[in-house]
């Protein structure tokens, strides 16, 4: 596709329920990092893949989110009994090839915005 | 562990001046610098990006940004600033490739008229 997209743009979730966030990154890339971003704050990373692989998930607040990726594509951020404290916007941004060394741009989807009520 | 601060929260500036938002940084190795901009409902967006070499960078939208190793700052200036320039900014560091990025906590630019 033209850009990162990601699904829903908006999602409202009561306490306690398990949400799903949806990311399709940019044909071709290979590398997918997800951020999560608190209002008023900067984004923070939660967690990288590189094809299918999850190979750093050192960001992630708690055993509640987990991520997956499983044909190398489109990416899914899951949160489980969702709390107040995980309203945030969830980034999700894609790189073409992530050679060791050499930086590659990560371009950034719209995000969603996730509030718990 | 490697940080960015972004000591401004708001700034206001009149349209036409010009613009200088601050950036330090904490890094263990050669750092990758960038400027982001975010406006409402919208992705973040690469202003500029820093690597190595030439310690004055340019970027999209008439914005340059200095690298300075000694004050380990990487401030983000533009001659003339335009209405649409309001926005969030955000300065991050990385270590390349595989690297997930560190943010500050932004600068809401204001525009006065």
């Known amino acids: 596709g033209a850009g990162v997209s990601q699904s829903p743009r908006y999602k409202v979730a009561k306490r306690g329920q398990d949400v799903a966030l949806r990311c399709d990154p940019i044909?071709?890339?290979?590398?997918l990092f997800w951020y999560q971003q608190a209002l008023g704050q900067g984004p923070e990373f939660l967690t990288y893949f590189q094809n299918e692989a999850q190979l750093d998930k050192s960001g992630l607040p708690s055993d509640r989110f987990f991520a997956e990726r499983p044909e190398g594509s489109v990416s899914t951020l899951k949160i489980q009994r969702t709390q107040q404290e995980d309203s945030a916007v969830y980034l999700c941004?894609?790189?073409?090839?992530?050679?060791?060394?050499?930086?590659?741009?990560?371009?950034f989807g719209p995000g969603t915005r996730l509030t718990v009520l | 562990a490697q940080s960015v601060t972004q000591p401004d929260i708001h700034i206001t500036v009149s349209e036409g001046a010009s613009l200088e938002l601050r950036c330090n940084y904490s890094y263990g190795a050669t750092p990758y610098l960038f400027w982001y901009v975010q406006s409402p409902g919208q992705g973040l967006q690469l202003l500029l990006k820093y690597f190595s070499g030439d310690t004055l960078v340019q970027g999209i939208k008439g914005f340059e940004a200095e690298f300075k190793r000694s004050q380990s700052s990487f401030n983000l200036r533009k001659p003339s600033v335009h209405w649409s320039d309001a926005a969030e900014y955000f300065c991050?560091?990385?270590?390349?490739?595989?690297?997930?990025?560190?943010f500050g906590k932004g600068t809401h630019l204001i525009i006065q008229p």
């Open positions: 044909s071709g890339h290979v590398s």
């Open positions: 991050a560091v990385g270590g390349g490739g595989a690297d997930g990025l560190t």
């Open positions: 941004a894609s790189t073409l090839n992530p050679s060791s060394g050499i930086y590659n741009e990560q371009f």
